[in-house]
């Protein structure tokens, strides 16, 4: 069956850094377009940023740029998400997401995917930055 497992998270101080991956079975990975998603105690889920299914395209929304960066490795069926110069508002349940998707990737990929029905998800792994 189909599995997105998240890890990594943890709790660090502000300024910290950790890397989060996503280990992927039950698809073709590589033909896939990732997502990481993240929601925050009360608060919508937001799309962070993604990755077309070659690596050729990524985003990242403004708020992250330049602090996160995602990546995928298509020979071990697993995307990453590093992320550095944590800040407290990053804290949050972290997501990743895959969907059937060819060519490249920007934020309307992130709306797309988050629309019910769309795509395979994680369960999450808890991001927790202290200030």
């Known amino acids: 069956q189909v599995q997105l497992v998240e890890s990594g998270g943890g709790s660090v101080q502000y300024g910290g850094s950790l890397t989060l991956s996503c280990v992927t079975s039950?698809?073709?990975?590589?033909?896939?377009?990732i997502g990481w998603f993240r929601q925050a105690p009360g608060k919508a889920r937001e799309g962070v940023a993604c990755?077309?299914?070659?690596?050729?395209?990524?985003f990242h929304i403004d708020s992250v740029k330049g602090r996160f960066t995602i990546s995928r490795d298509n020979d071990e069926n697993t995307a990453y998400l590093q992320m550095s110069s944590l800040r407290p508002e990053d804290t949050a349940v972290y997501y990743c997401?895959?969907?059937?998707?060819?060519?490249?990737?920007?934020?309307?990929?992130?709306?797309?995917?988050?629309?019910?029905?769309?795509?395979?998800w994680g369960q999450g792994t808890q991001v927790t930055v202290s200030s």
């Open positions: 997401a895959a969907l059937l998707h060819s060519g490249s990737v920007d934020n309307t990929f992130l709306v797309r995917l988050q629309r019910p029905g769309y795509g395979y």
């Open positions: 039950g698809f073709t990975f590589r033909y896939y377009a």
């Open positions: 990755i077309n299914a070659t690596g050729t395209s990524t």
